[in-house]
């Protein structure tokens, strides 16, 4: 008889539906504490540029006894060079804001994606659109945004309609930047004789690969910036273990056989390439003000491909001819 079977007895373990899941969780917040390196550095800063204060002043003071018009001209050059430090000053100072701008957006998104948050998510756009309006790649995604503004839609939904109009065309940019950079890399450290040259060229390759993609993205990064960036990039790759490369990673992504016919200098140059697009996807993730939701992330095999085939046509070439 069915009804007189017994109900087993036990804990009652909901499982939630795969929609319900959250598809990204906020990033754990790291407390910072007291920076005895930061104190050293700005203390070292002030009394350097004490000193420097100093011997202007002195300057101007000999120039004065000299002749009163020549003080006259030392204070007026003084006066432009501080002038000109001011501005200086400032725009490295909004350069590191605006990175810490976008770093914060990114993770409000984040929290907005994880709750789907819709309040969150209207101001999360309102500040992408604000952060795209100079770039006219993104004319049409604000439009297309402008017109959607009064529908009624889901947190989620909103950040992911928001990242196909707004980011679509600045991914694809990106892609196109960090290839470019990939290439240049593994055909200058691929004939050049000297590992001292390698290495400065692709620090220099780098730097600007990552300066060029924070301007793409939105930032202004400064030389203090693009030091910041840097090192927020390599904490990047050691939390994700993006720059562990070795010789399976080399034959999954090349081939066995490519990598077998590699000769030494050429694989070299390979591996920087591949170093440099790792370095360009981390870039990306830092400097992009949204997480990848609603787009796929950049894949290394696809750069890695485009390096290898232009590698391989390079090499063809000359055999036909």
């Known amino acids: 008889d069915p009804g007189s079977r017994e109900v087993p007895r036990g804990p009652v373990v909901v499982v939630p539906?795969?929609?319900?899941?959250?598809?990204?969780?906020?990033?754990?917040?790291?407390?910072?504490?007291?920076?005895?390196?930061t104190l050293f550095w700005s203390a070292a800063g002030g009394l350097v540029s004490l000193g420097l204060w100093l011997a202007a002043m002195r300057l101007v003071e000999d120039l004065t006894a000299r002749a009163p018009w020549l003080g006259y001209v030392g204070i007026a050059l003084l006066a432009l060079?501080?002038?000109?430090?001011?501005?200086?000053i400032g725009r490295e100072l909004h350069?590191?804001?605006?990175?810490?701008?976008?770093?914060?957006?990114?993770?409000?998104?984040?929290?907005?994606?994880?709750?789907?948050?819709?309040?969150?998510?209207?101001?999360?756009?309102?500040?992408?659109?604000?952060?795209?309006?100079?770039n006219p790649r993104t004319a049409k995604g604000r439009a297309r945004l402008a017109e959607s503004k009064?529908?009624?839609?889901?947190?989620?939904d909103l950040l992911g309609i928001a990242e196909r109009a707004l980011m679509a065309p600045l991914d694809a940019e990106a892609k196109q930047i960090v290839a470019a950079a990939a290439r240049r890399v593994s055909l200058v450290t691929a004939v050049s004789p000297r590992a001292a040259i390698d290495m400065v060229f692709v620090l220099v390759t780098a730097?600007?690969?990552?300066?060029?993609?924070?301007?793409?993205?939105?930032?202004?990064p400064g030389a203090l910036g693009l030091i910041s960036l840097f090192k927020?990039?390599?904490?990047?790759?050691?939390?994700?273990?993006?720059?562990?490369?070795?010789?399976?990673?080399v034959q999954q992504v090349l081939g066995a056989g490519i990598a077998a016919r590699l000769s030494a200098k050429l694989g070299e140059g390979v591996l920087n390439g591949i170093l440099?697009?790792?370095?360009?996807?981390?870039?990306?993730?830092?400097?992009?003000?949204?997480?990848?939701?609603?787009?796929?992330?950049?894949?290394?095999?696809?750069?890695?491909?485009?390096?290898?085939?232009r590698r391989e046509e390079a090499e063809d070439k000359p055999q036909a001819t």
Do not use: C, N, Q
Not at 17 to 37: C, M, S
Not at 150 to 156: C, S, Y
């Open 17 to 37: 539906e795969i929609d319900e899941i959250p598809d990204l969780a906020p990033p754990p917040r790291r407390k910072r504490g007291f920076g005895w390196g």
């Open 81 to 88: 060079a501080g002038l000109a430090a001011i501005v200086i």
């Open 95 to 134: 350069g590191l804001w605006t990175l810490r701008s976008i770093a914060k957006l990114r993770d409000r998104a984040v929290e907005a994606i994880a709750g789907d948050d819709r309040a969150k998510a209207r101001e999360v756009v309102e500040e992408l659109v604000e952060l795209s309006r100079a």
């Open 150 to 156: 009064g529908d009624i839609i889901d947190g989620r």
């Open 207 to 220: 730097l600007s690969m990552m300066r060029r993609l924070a301007r793409l993205y939105g930032g202004r």
């Open 232 to 249: 927020t990039v390599i904490g990047h790759l050691a939390v994700t273990g993006g720059m562990a490369i070795g010789d399976s990673l």
């Open 276 to 309: 440099t697009a790792r370095l360009g996807l981390a870039a990306i993730d830092v400097t992009r003000p949204m997480p990848h939701h609603a787009l796929p992330a950049p894949l290394l095999r696809d750069l890695v491909a485009d390096l290898v085939g």
